[in-house]
């Protein structure tokens, strides 16, 4: 009797932001003559999908790569993502990684791992992908990627550099992949790339041509947005803002509210039209999230105290804020006078308490019922966010996961809302 012999398995370690998340999707969907494995003991192979936003996510995967050795079956290690063009070479030469291939060689992923010898193919940043996800591992909510790389030039980033110019996918690729996961069961759709609004240049279309026909296909009940530009958000983005397949929460990278600060970082958003922007957003019911950088260099005391007086005018639900980290390579990097670690850790203690405040008053003045997809069960709770991206716990007899729920009865806490499911 011939048993067919067990498929070697791969285990996949991801950093950084939602498009590796996405990344690691198109690579599980790809491999053919490999097993994906959720348990880390268990692989033969690990992927490490890497992020270089700032050295110290360098220095993150330098140290799980160390701690592979632990692992019972001594894995094969491949490393991809970001981190290939700007560590991968000394990673290779280090023998720290047995391979690496970049971006553009994801979808080639099954006959990569297939070769035995060592590998280095970092490819080119022009790729577009082809492939259709048909499910997100361990996910309610399914990832789009819709465009990849950037145009923009800030002082403190190397991302440009690592995927390459704004280049979007085709419309028709995204309505299949939405209509794919859709029809699995897919409700909630989350738009992700390197520079989201930037969707649609020269092609043309735009975000919010893209919405509309998203928002016709069956069963695509809610959609989120990754980080977009204030200047990405224009006159046809704010016509369909009020539509309901949109969820009530955007994201919108401010990256500081110093007009001076926001020169040195080579930004090319505005202090007053960026409130002018907000003030409108929050009149149409949304709740609102920012990126905010923190120590930056040249962030003297009194721009900092310009910085905290103009957030108070913003009506921010939350925020992604982060203390500046070094990225070799950018200009940012070469900045004086540096902001020293102890001074920044006060300012973005400063900053955070500010948005939980407001946060925790957003939710407290709330009136509309909470629109809720449960993610996950956690120590007997279900946990999921509403339209305005806060998290619920809700206590219930029943299993919730992946389930929608409507709650008008619910208390709010410093850090969620929880309630009871009856």
Request: net charge neutral.
């Amino acid at each position: 009797m011939n048993f067919a012999k067990e498929k070697p398995k791969v285990y996949f370690k991801t950093f950084g932001c939602r498009t590796n998340v996405f990344d690691t999707q198109v690579m599980m969907s790809n491999l053919k003559d490999f097993e994906v494995t959720q348990d880390e003991s268990k692989a033969d192979v690990v992927i490490i999908n890497s992020c270089t936003v700032t050295n110290s996510a360098d220095s993150t995967a330098r140290g799980y790569i160390s701690g592979l050795k632990k692992l019972p079956k001594d894995p094969r290690v491949v490393f991809t993502g970001c981190g290939v063009w700007t560590k991968g070479e000394n990673l290779f030469k280090e023998n720290k990684v047995d391979s690496l291939f970049g971006h553009s060689e994801k979808e080639k992923i099954n006959e990569l791992l297939l070769q035995e010898e060592r590998f280095f193919h970092a490819g080119d940043l022009t790729h577009i992908d082809e492939t259709i996800v048909e499910e997100f591992v361990g996910k309610s909510r399914a990832f789009i990627k819709i465009q990849e790389g950037c145009d923009f030039r800030c002082s403190y980033c190397i991302i440009p550099y690592v995927r390459g110019d704004a280049r979007s996918y085709s419309e028709d690729k995204i309505l299949e992949q939405v209509t794919t996961l859709a029809a699995n069961g897919f409700g909630e759709f989350i738009l992700t790339g390197t520079n989201v609004g930037s969707y649609g240049k020269k092609q043309h279309t735009s975000m919010a041509k893209l919405l509309k026909k998203m928002s016709l296909i069956k069963g695509v009940r809610r959609i989120r947005m990754g980080s977009i530009e204030p200047i990405q958000i224009d006159d046809e983005f704010k016509e369909i803002i009020n539509e309901p397949f949109m969820a009530k929460h955007l994201h919108i990278a401010l990256q500081h509210t110093s007009k001076e600060m926001l020169k040195i970082m080579n930004r090319r958003n505005k202090v007053l039209s960026d409130l002018e922007l907000f003030e409108f957003l929050k009149e149409n019911g949304y709740a609102l999230g920012t990126d905010f950088i923190v120590g930056h260099p040249g962030e003297t005391d009194a721009l900092w105290k310009e910085a905290m007086e103009n957030l108070h005018k913003f009506p921010l639900t939350h925020i992604h804020a982060f203390t500046y980290s070094k990225r070799d390579g950018t200009p940012s990097a070469t900045m004086k006078p540096e902001v020293k670690g102890d001074i920044a850790k006060i300012r973005y203690n400063e900053l955070t308490k500010i948005i939980e405040q407001k946060n925790y008053d957003f939710r407290k003045a709330n009136t509309k019922t909470l629109e809720i997809l449960i993610e996950q069960e956690k120590n007997g709770k279900y946990i999921g966010f509403d339209q305005f991206f806060n998290q619920i716990e809700i206590d219930s007899p029943v299993d919730l996961i992946g389930d929608w729920v409507f709650i008008d009865d619910y208390e709010v806490k410093a850090d969620k809302n929880v309630a009871r499911f009856k």
